[in-house]
C-alpha cells in the first residue's frame, strides 16, 4: 500500500471509531477463540507423536465379545505372558511390557515410602521405545537385573544437583528391591498417555498368579513392525493364535470371545472400548468445531459489516475516478485497506490469546502455550485470506458505479435489495450458530450438574476409601490391625473391607453364572466380595430379601468349597440379567449349576465408575474374614472434617505401615476425577459460545446502526406523514428479527444432532427436552431486541425536520 492509501485507512477508521473498534474487535475476539481452542486440539491429537518412529509401534488390545457380559470391548491390557507366547509362535516379533505406571509403584527413602510412577519392563524396551536419554545407556541398565534409568525430574527429587549415574534408589513396584542408577531419560512430555518416571527390569522367573492365564489382563504389551502392511499381515494371524494358545484354558474357538488386536500408538488416546466414536475424541472434535464456527462467526461477521459500510464511500470512489484512478487502482486500494485492517484485528487477536491462556488453562486444567513459530505464519494466510473475502465484493461494487451518477444521486448506493438481502442471510446463518452454541451450552451445563448430584445407590458424603491397604505388602494380620486402630478413631461410624469402591478403588472380576434348566454357561454377571458391615458403611437400599448375616455359615462363602451351595446377594441389574420377573421373585433361588449360590437379597444399583459407563449386573459374596483374602479396600464412614480425618489416617498409616505409600482420599475426590473431564469441556464450551454470541451481536448492532443511517430521511417521511414513535421501533426491530427467527431453522437441527450425539457417551444422561431449544431460542430473540432497540430508540426520536435535512 502506498502513503496515501494509508492515509485513506487512517481517515476512514478515525472518522467511524466506534464501527472500527465493533469490527475490528470482534474478528479479533473470534481469532483468540479459534486460537485458543486450535491449540487444545492441537495437544490432544498430539498424542505419543513426540516419539522417534512411533507409527511403527502398535498397542496389542485384549478384546472381549462373551455373550450378555458387561465388560465386552477392547482394553490396553493383556495377560502378563502374552509377549513370550508371540515369541514363540512368531520368531522375530519385536514387542516389550510394562508393568505398572502412573502412581504403581514407590520410591523409599528413609523408612517412608513415596508413590511415584515406577515401572517394570523388559530388556527389549528400547527396541520399542526410542526414549531420549540425558546420560547412561538405557538398554544395558534395563539388561541388568539390579539396573534402573531415571527420569530428570525425578533425579532432581531424589539426588537433587549431584549425578545420579552410579546411586542406588530403594523402589518396587510388588516388592521393595535396592537397584543402582544406570540412566537418565528426559522426562515424559505432557502429551502422553505412558507415565513413567522409573524403569526397573521385569524380573524373571516368578511365580504370579494367572500370569500365563488366557482371560487375565495384566500389562501393557506393546509391538513394533518396520510398515503397516507388516503389521496388518501380522494381525491376520492373531485369531488362529488365541485358538491355539487358549485353548486350554478357554476351550476351541477360544477367539469368538477372547482375541486380541493391535492398534497404532498414536490411535491409543482416542481409542474407545466399545469401539467408535470415544467421548474425549468427541470432545476434541466439538471443542475444534466450537473454535472454527466462533472464526466463521467472526469472519461473516466482519465481512458483512464491511461491506455493508463500503456503500457509504461511494462518493468518495467517484471522487477518486474524476481525478483520474482507475479500477485496478480502487481494487487495490481497497483489498489492501481490507488486509491492513484484518492484519490488526489478528494482531489483537494474538495479544487477546496471549493474556487469556493463563485464564483459560485454569479453567481447563491445561498447560498451552503459544508456538509462535506455527502461529505466525497462519495468522499471516489468515489475513490475505479474510481480507480478500472483505476487500474483494465492495471493491469490485464500488470501482464500476459510474462517477457521474454517483455524484448527481441524493444517496450512496449500498447493493439495493439484493445486498440487503445477502446481509440478512449473513446474519440469519450468525445467530442459527449462535443460537445453536447457545442450545449446546445449556444442555452441557445441565448434563454435567445431573452426573454430579445424581444418585448413586449410596451416600457419598463423610465417606473415606483407602486403597493402599490393598497393597500386597501390608501383610493380612496387619491390614487387621490398621482396621481396627482406624475404628477406634473419633468420628468413625462404620469400617469395612470390600472389593469396590467409588473411583475405580477396586478390582474387575466377572463369571458366567448358569441359570436352572437353561442350557449354557449363563448370563455374565460382574462379582465383589465384601467384609462385615460392607452394605451398611455405604448405606445400600435393600430392595427384596434381606442383607448378610455373620451368624449364618451359609452366608460365609469362605468356610465353604465351590462346590457347596452358598448365599450371595445381588443388585438390581443382576436381576434382569438372571432373567427373574422382579426382585422379590429372585429371593431364594439357586443359581449356578456346579457351583451353587442362593440370592438372599437384593440391593439397589451402586454406581462407582464413571457416568459414561452402564452400572454392570452384580453378585456379591461375603467374607467374615476379608484381610486374608486378596487384598482389599477399606471403605470408612465418618462424621466431622473430612481434612481432619485423613490427617488421624494417615497418623496411623505412618506409624504402623510407613512402607508402603499412603493412598486415601474422600470418595468424593475420587468421583470428581470422573467429571473433570466433563466439566472442563463445559467450561471452555461456554467461553466459545458465549463469545460466538457476542461477535453476533457486535454485527447485529452495526448493521442496525447502519441502516438507521441510511433510512433517516425515510423516518423523516414516514413521521411526518403520521407514524408514531413506537410504529418506527417496530419497524426496525422487525427488520432484524425476522433473521434471528429463521436462523432457528438452521440452530435447532444442528444443535439436535451435536447434542444427542454427545449425550449417547453418557449412560445416565438429561433428555432432549424442547425447552432447551425454546428457552435458547427466545434468549436469543431477547438478545436481539435489546441489540437494536437502542438504535430503533434513537431513530424513532429524531425531530422529522431535522431527519429531512440529515445526509
Known amino acids: 500500500m502506498n502513503r496515501f492509501a494509508l492515509l485513506s485507512l487512517y481517515r476512514s477508521l478515525s472518522r467511524h471509531k466506534l464501527y472500527a473498534a465493533l469490527n ?15 491449540l487444545y486440539v492441537r495437544f490432544e491429537t498430539s498424542f505419543e507423536r513426540w516419539l522417534p518412529d512411533h507409527d511403527k509401534v502398535y498397542v496389542v ?17 493383556t495377560m502378563g505372558g502374552l509377549l513370550e507366547q508371540l515369541r514363540e509362535d512368531f520368531p522375530g516379533t519385536v514387542g516389550t511390557r510394562i508393568w505398572g505406571g502412573e502412581g504403581a509403584g514407590s520410591v523409599l527413602r528413609r523408612g517412608v515410602a513415596t508413590k511415584e510412577d515406577v515401572a517394570e519392563v523388559d530388556p527389549s524396551f528400547f527396541d520399542v521405545f526410542d526414549l531420549p536419554m540425558v546420560s547412561g545407556d538405557g538398554r544395558r541398565a534395563l539388561a541388568d537385573p539390579s539396573g534402573a534409568i531415571i527420569s530428570e525430574s525425578l533425579a532432581r527429587k531424589y539426588f537433587g544437583t549431584s549425578d545420579p549415574i552410579g546411586q542406588t534408589i530403594t523402589a518396587s513396584y510388588e516388592e521393595p528391591r535396592n537397584y543402582r542408577i544406570r540412566g537418565v531419560f528426559r522426562d515424559i512430555p505432557d502429551n502422553s498417555d505412558i507415565k ?14 494367572s500370569w500365563y492365564h488366557w482371560g487375565s489382563t495384566h500389562l501393557s504389551t506393546y509391538l513394533r513392525f518396520e510398515s503397516p502392511f507388516t503389521a496388518r499381515t501380522y494381525g491376520q494371524k492373531l485369531s488362529a493364535f488365541v485358538d491355539r494358545r487358549a485353548l486350554k484354558d478357554s476351550g476351541p474357538n477360544a477367539s469368538k470371545t477372547e482375541t486380541i488386536a493391535l492398534l497404532p500408538l498414536a ?42 459500510r463500503a456503500g457509504l464511500r461511494a462518493r468518495e470512489v467517484a471522487m477518486r475516478k474524476v481525478l483520474g484512478a482507475d479500477r485496478k487502482a480502487l481494487v487495490t486500494q481497497f483489498l489492501g485497506e481490507a488486509m491492513l485492517t484484518v492484519g490488526i484485528a489478528a494482531l489483537g487477536g494474538l495479544i487477546l490469546a496471549e493474556l487469556g491462556l493463563p485464564l483459560i488453562n485454569a479453567a481447563g486444567g491445561l498447560s498451552l502455550a503459544i508456538p509462535y513459530a506455527l502461529v505466525v505464519p497462519s495468522l499471516a494466510a489468515l489475513v490475505i485470506m479474510v481480507g480478500v473475502l472483505a476487500g474483494f465484493y465492495p471493491a469490485l461494487m464500488l470501482s464500476r458505479f459510474p462517477a457521474a451518477a454517483v455524484l448527481a444521486s441524493s444517496r450512496a448506493p449500498g447493493g439495493g435489495r439484493a445486498g440487503t438481502r445477502v446481509r440478512e442471510a449473513l446474519v ?8 445453536a452454541f447457545m442450545i449446546g451450552t445449556a444442555i452441557l451445563l445441565v448434563q454435567t450438574r445431573h452426573v454430579r448430584q445424581a444418585d448413586l445407590g449410596y451416600q457419598r458424603d463423610n465417606l473415606i476409601i483407602i486403597r493402599s491397604i490393598a497393597d500386597g505388602n501390608v501383610p493380612p494380620a496387619l491390614r487387621r490391625a490398621m482396621v481396627e486402630a482406624i475404628r477406634t478413631l473419633p468420628g468413625v461410624q462404620k469400617i469395612a ?33 465384601t467384609g462385615p458391615g460392607y452394605f451398611q458403611v455405604y448405606g445400600a437400599r435393600l430392595v427384596a430379601g434381606r442383607m448378610f448375616d455373620p451368624a449364618r455359615r451359609e452366608d460365609d462363602h469362605q468356610l465353604m468349597d465351590a462346590s457347596t451351595n452358598h448365599n450371595i446377594i445381588i443388585n438390581r441389574l443382576g436381576v434382569k440379567q438372571l432373567r427373574f420377573a422382579s426382585p422379590d421373585a429372585a429371593i431364594n433361588k439357586v443359581v449356578g449349576g456346579d457351583r451353587p449360590r442362593t440370592i438372599i437379597g437384593v440391593v439397589e444399583n451402586l454406581r462407582f465408575d464413571t457416568p459414561r459407563n452402564p452400572i454392570a449386573p452384580t453378585y456379591y459374596y461375603y ?12 471403605n470408612v464412614r465418618f462424621s466431622g472434617d473430612p481434612r481432619a480425618m485423613l490427617s488421624q489416617i494417615r497418623g496411623i498409616w505412618q506409624r504402623m505401615v510407613p512402607q508402603v505409600p499412603f493412598e486415601c482420599d474422600t470418595a468424593d475426590n475420587r468421583l470428581a476425577r470422573y467429571y473433570q473431564a466433563d466439566e472442563q469441556t463445559t467450561r471452555l464450551f461456554a467461553i466459545g459460545a458465549g463469545l460466538a454470541v457476542l461477535i453476533g451481536c457486535v454485527g447485529l448492532w452495526g448493521l442496525a446502526s447502519f441502516n438507521t443511517q441510511r433510512r433517516v430521511k425515510e423516518i423523516g417521511i414516514r413521521k411526518t406523514l403520521g407514524a408514531s414513535g413506537p410504529d418506527i421501533v417496530k419497524l426496525l426491530v422487525g427488520q432484524f428479527l425476522r433473521p434471528v427467527l429463521l436462523a432457528n431453522l438452521i440452530a435447532w437441527p444442528l444443535a439436535f444432532v451435536a447434542m444427542r450425539t454427545w449425550l449417547a457417551g453418557f449412560d445416565d444422561r438429561v433428555a432432549l ?9 427466545l434468549l436469543a430473540t431477547a438478545i436481539a431486541v435489546l441489540t437494536v432497540l437502542g438504535q430503533s430508540l434513537r431513530a424513532s426520536r429524531a425531530a422529522p425536520a431535522w431527519a429531512l435535512r440529515h445526509d
Do not use: C
Not at 513413567?196 to 498368579?209: A, F, G, I, Q, Y
Open 769 to 777: 427436552s424442547p425447552l432447551f431449544f425454546v428457552g435458547a431460542s
Open 497 to 529: 473391607l470390600g472389593g469396590d469402591g467409588p473411583g475405580g478403588s477396586g478390582t474387575t472380576n466377572a463369571d458366567n453364572v448358569p441359570l436352572p434348566g437353561v442350557p449354557g454357561d449363563g448370563p455374565n454377571l460382574r462379582w465383589v466380595d
Open 61 to 77: 488390545q485384549t478384546v472381549w465379545n462373551l455373550p450378555g457380559s458387561p465388560f465386552n470391548g477392547r482394553e490396553p491390557q
Open 623 to 634: 467374607s467374615s474374614d476379608p484381610a486374608r483374602n486378596y487384598p482389599m479396600i477399606a
Open 24 to 38: 475490528i474487535g470482534g474478528l479479533a475476539v473470534g481469532i483468540a477463540v479459534f486460537l485458543v481452542l486450535g
Open 267 to 308: 490411535e491409543q488416546h482416542f481409542a474407545s472400548p466399545k469401539g467408535g466414536l470415544s467421548s474425549r475424541k468427541l470432545t476434541v472434535l466439538t471443542l475444534g468445531l466450537v473454535g472454527m464456527l466462533t472464526l466463521l462467526i467472526a469472519i461473516v461477521n466482519y465481512v458483512n459489516l464491511a461491506t455493508a
Open 196 to 209: 513413567v518416571s522409573l524403569l526397573l527390569p521385569l524380573r524373571k522367573n516368578v511365580e504370579r498368579d
Open 428 to 435: 440469519v446463518f450468525q445467530f442459527g450458530l449462535a443460537i
